[in-house]
């Protein structure tokens, strides 16, 4: 069968296809990647379903080496990426012929990127789903790719799904729409206006459960407890101490931290493309405005307008 | 979408949740990514582009007017056995201290008393159990344990719970049962559900001097 085998695991390369829905009822996380937009455009590139499992790559990539031929495809951050030494245009799809080296080199803007292989990873399911959580350690592997990992490829038929556009990458930074709430009342007039007015910083302590946002301290007028309830993806939670925290792909299911805002399903690629050190500012949106950015969103993916 | 209840934790409330969120997924499941219950709370996870917000605004209402107020779910009962103290649980020590009591006398109240499943959550198959007898229940430890083992019965804010994979954790530990809440060869992976009841009863845990 062929295979991709890891020759270097690079800082945190992740299986991951759309994510583990339907038992966060029994604590089991989504996972999935951090940018589904550059996740579902890198497996049409390589003509996959969209929720075929591909790799996320985050910061510093990985070395890979083929076993048998592979087309393979890269979307996401703007890294540089060589076959056997030789760059490659990563706009399209590209051959990787037996014995090859793909190897992720300099990296431009945004944080991960997506690299998928005709076919998709054929890799053991858990709940249909085999997107990796590194904190229930559940997915094929349960943890990053190390050397010597072995990824048996799927033989498919292609399917030939149009185009879309790249993601627009954050160059250090991003404004991202919010949905202001549920627990926005709990907070004083002061710390939503710091909110939408003033901009935050993504710091080291930060992953892809979530990113600890450093800024404005959000205070709350009302400290009654919470008792815990569902945290999706682009909650952004605020502890006892004022601190936000962008609740990212690898979150839990469920938490007791008032929510104040929810970054909208459009923007939340965008936030998954920001690095320690960047900055990241929020502005509020309508519900009709989500869906409607959304919409387009999904035209963009389709190759729809230019 | 998310469906709110007065926040409380007692069972009519949390039957609810329940019994709303299994009326939902019966009339729609197919169209909805997922349904989380919480303690007194119902989030419903859709694809805003394929599905009407204001129709599912209605499916849920439908729903909830189709509860019998009266209709409490009665769920499994699961007895836990657990070995208590020791290097099985290293904090009864201090949950002792708090409560003024003896490590036994903590051992009998956690364990003489039938707890209700209200919700899962935190890892796959952590059921938040309640209520927890306030007098052993303290507050969360200062600084969260780096590992918590496997298994490990603990108890924190009036909850307590069973962790199924090691991972780190904040609450106070004060046993071990073999039993895995989460298993994933197991038919059902998952050994408990929103509206269990559960027991737990104490393991004599055999001392290095023999049979007493």
Redesign the interface.
């Known amino acids: 069968m062929p295979a991709l085998v890891v020759a270097r695991p690079g800082m945190l390369t992740t299986v991951q296809d759309l994510g583990r829905?339907?038992?966060?009822?029994?604590?089991?996380?989504?996972a999935g990647p951090m940018d589904a937009y550059s996740h579902r455009l890198a497996n049409r590139l390589a003509s996959n379903a969209d929720d075929a499992a591909a790799l996320e790559v985050t910061l510093i990539g990985p070395e890979l080496v083929s076993r048998g031929s592979l087309v393979c495809a890269v979307a996401g951050a703007g890294f540089s990426v060589a076959l056997n030494d030789t760059p490659i245009d990563t706009r399209s799809c590209f051959e990787v012929p037996d014995g090859s080296r793909i190897r992720f080199g300099s990296r431009g803007p945004g944080a991960r990127a997506s690299l998928a292989v005709r076919g998709g990873f054929d890799v053991p399911a858990?709940f249909g789903s085999r997107a990796t959580s590194l904190?229930?350690?559940?997915g094929p592997f349960g943890r990053a790719l190390r050397e010597g990992d072995e990824l048996p490829v799927a033989m498919s038929a292609p399917r030939v799904a149009p185009r879309g556009k790249p993601l627009q990458l954050p160059g250090g930074g991003s404004r991202v729409r919010v949905l202001l709430g549920?627990h926005d009342s709990m907070f004083t007039a002061d710390a939503v206006t710091a909110l939408l007015s003033s901009r935050f910083v993504v710091t080291p302590q930060s992953n892809r459960m979530g990113y600890r946002l450093a800024g404005a301290r959000l205070e709350r007028r009302d400290e009654?407890e919470?008792?815990?309830?569902?945290t999706?993806m682009g909650s952004l939670q605020v502890t006892s101490s004022g601190q936000p925290i962008l609740l990212m792909a690898d979150r839990?299911?469920?938490?007791g931290y008032p929510r104040i805002a929810t970054v909208i399903?459009a923007d939340q690629p965008a936030a998954g493309q920001l690095a320690p050190g960047d900055w990241i500012e929020f502005v509020a949106c309508t519900?009709d405005e989500?869906?409607d950015a959304?919409?387009r969103q999904?035209a963009a993916l389709a190759g729809a307008g230019s | 979408m998310?469906i709110?209840l007065p926040?409380?934790?007692d069972d009519r409330t949390n039957a609810r949740v329940v019994m709303l969120?299994k009326e939902l997924k019966a009339r729609c499941a197919s169209r909805l990514?997922?349904?989380?219950?919480?303690?007194?709370?119902v989030?419903v996870?859709f694809d805003?582009?394929t599905m009407d917000?204001g129709w599912l605004e209605r499916e849920a209402r439908a729903a909830d007017d189709g509860l019998r107020e009266s209709a409490a779910i009665r769920g499994a009962r699961i007895e836990v056995p657990v070995r208590y103290g020791g290097e099985s649980g290293p904090d009864l020590q201090d949950v002792a201290a708090f409560a003024g009591l003896s490590q036994a006398d903590v051992i009998a109240i956690h364990s003489s008393a039938t707890y209700r499943v209200y919700?899962?959550?935190?890892?796959?198959?952590?059921a938040?159990m309640a209520v927890v007898d306030p007098r052993i229940a303290p507050p969360r430890r200062g600084s969260p344990r780096e590992r918590v083992p496997a298994g490990s019965v603990a108890i924190a804010a009036g909850q307590t719970g069973i962790y199924?994979?090691e991972?780190p954790g904040g609450w106070h530990v004060i046993g071990r049962t073999d039993l895995k809440p989460?298993d994933?060869i197991r038919a059902d992976?998952?050994l408990f559900?929103?509206g269990d009841e559960v027991r737990f009863t104490v393991v004599p845990v055999a001392s290095a001097g023999g049979p007493s």
């Open positions: 829905w339907g038992q966060q009822a029994s604590g089991v996380p989504v858990t904190v229930s350690r559940m549920p009654t919470l008792l815990s309830e569902a999706p839990q299911t469920t938490g399903s519900r989500a869906v959304l919409r999904e | 998310l709110e926040p409380r934790i969120a990514r997922d349904v989380v219950v919480g303690y007194s709370s989030t996870y805003p582009l917000m919700m899962m959550g935190f890892v796959p198959g952590f938040y199924p994979i991972t989460y994933p992976p998952f559900h929103p």
